[in-house]
């Protein structure tokens, strides 16, 4: 058995590595042809599109991995078939389980792959493409409203009009309330700079500030704020939550839940994080009755055609639970895992049905 496990390991690595090949450069085309298109604008030059693209990759090769893993096993069990090999590893007496456990701890290796892309080179190379982007396009880092950023810290409401990528902050507006709710003071700063440890040092601010019926305008020079904003909080915007480490989205749903606002996308986010490694064996265990089905009918390029069908599905259920569960309001767990657990109880039944065929 151990022997029939490196075969199939290595046939399955082979292919995969074939298909991810095909696939990333595809992206990279598509990528170049709509860069090219802000070619010229501000300082945007060819070679910055490309260095953009480029870095860009890891990105797509994490969200490529369960697509990549489940046509590249396909491949490599349908190879396996027409040749015959795999007739004689079944009369050999190895059941369907038992080749669908093979292939699931060949698996493991991608899934591993999956998670250390994930986790420590996807969100950095995604980050440093939006950054070299944004630099050479001369745009700010967002805006999530026309007003500019808005966030909640504790009793105050924080609007900042430009975030630069040195994050560094330009027209910040804070609204203090008190306990009731009142409106206390209103404060203006034209610039501030992260000083660390959630301290900021605000340039020419002017604050009014409301007792009862009065107010007064205090003008300072200089002035020392802390804030939960922090570069990490205002780096969320670089990168799509789902791109997101875990300990970055963890960081951001605690932040959101002590300001009591919404982290249910960033919730879903994280449980599709954590299941994702899962969804390439999900993959790769519902790839083993296509080289089952009708091996001798078909050939392998339409076993291929059906693979990538089915990929794509599992892509597009992934994204439309994410939006369903923000729109209804669905426990994160179930957007997050629903079509990872949905196709892995498909897996199941489609080996089921195989071994009684």
């Known amino acids: 058995m151990r022997v029939l496990r490196r075969y199939v390991a290595r046939e399955i690595y082979l292919a995969t590595s074939l298909v991810f090949a095909a696939l990333i450069c595809l992206f990279i085309i598509f990528d170049l042809i709509h860069e090219l298109s802000d070619v010229g604008k501000s300082a945007y030059r060819v070679s910055q599109a490309v260095a953009y693209v480029l870095l860009s990759v890891p990105g797509h090769t994490y969200e490529l991995f369960p697509i990549a ?12 078939a027409a040749h015959s090999e795999l007739t004689v ?28 892309v994930g986790e420590f080179i996807a969100p950095a190379s995604d980050q440093a493409a939006q950054r070299l982007r944004l630099r050479a396009t001369s745009t700010v880092v967002g805006q999530e409203f026309r007003s500019g950023l808005w966030v909640k810290d504790e009793g105050s409401f924080i609007n900042v009009r430009q975030v630069n990528l040195d994050f560094s902050l330009r027209g910040v507006k804070i609204f203090q309330f008190d306990d009731g709710f009142r409106l206390r003071a209103i404060s203006f700063a034209e610039h501030g700079e992260y000083l660390g440890d959630h301290w900021w040092s605000l340039s020419n601010v002017v604050r009014t500030e409301f007792q009862g019926s009065e107010s007064r305008v205090v003008r300072l020079p200089q002035e020392r704020w802390r804030s939960v904003l922090s570069p990490e909080v205002i780096s969320v915007l670089l990168v799509d939550p789902h791109k997101m480490t875990l300990a970055s989205l963890w960081s951001y749903i605690q932040h959101l839940r002590e300001n009591r606002q919404n982290s249910t996308r960033f919730e879903i986010a994280l449980w599709r994080k954590m299941v994702y490694p899962g969804a390439v064996l999900v993959m790769m265990l519902l790839a083993v009755p296509f080289a089952q089905h009708q091996r001798r009918a078909g050939g392998v390029g339409a076993r291929v055609f059906m693979a990538i069908m089915v990929g794509l599905g599992f892509h597009l259920l992934n994204r439309l639970f994410a939006h369903l569960g923000v729109l209804n309001e669905w426990p994160p767990a179930l957007s997050g895992m629903g079509p990872t657990v949905a196709f892995l109880g498909l897996a199941f039944a489609a080996m089921w049905w195989a071994e009684r065929r």
């Not at 699931?104 to 991608?110: D, K, Q, R, V």
């Open 89 to 116: 590893i079944r009369a050999s007496g190895v059941s369907l389980y038992r080749l669908a456990l093979a292939v699931c701890l060949a698996g493991l290796t991608l899934a591993l792959i999956t998670l250390v």
């Open 69 to 80: 893993a489940l046509i590249g096993t396909v491949v490599a069990l349908s190879q396996l």
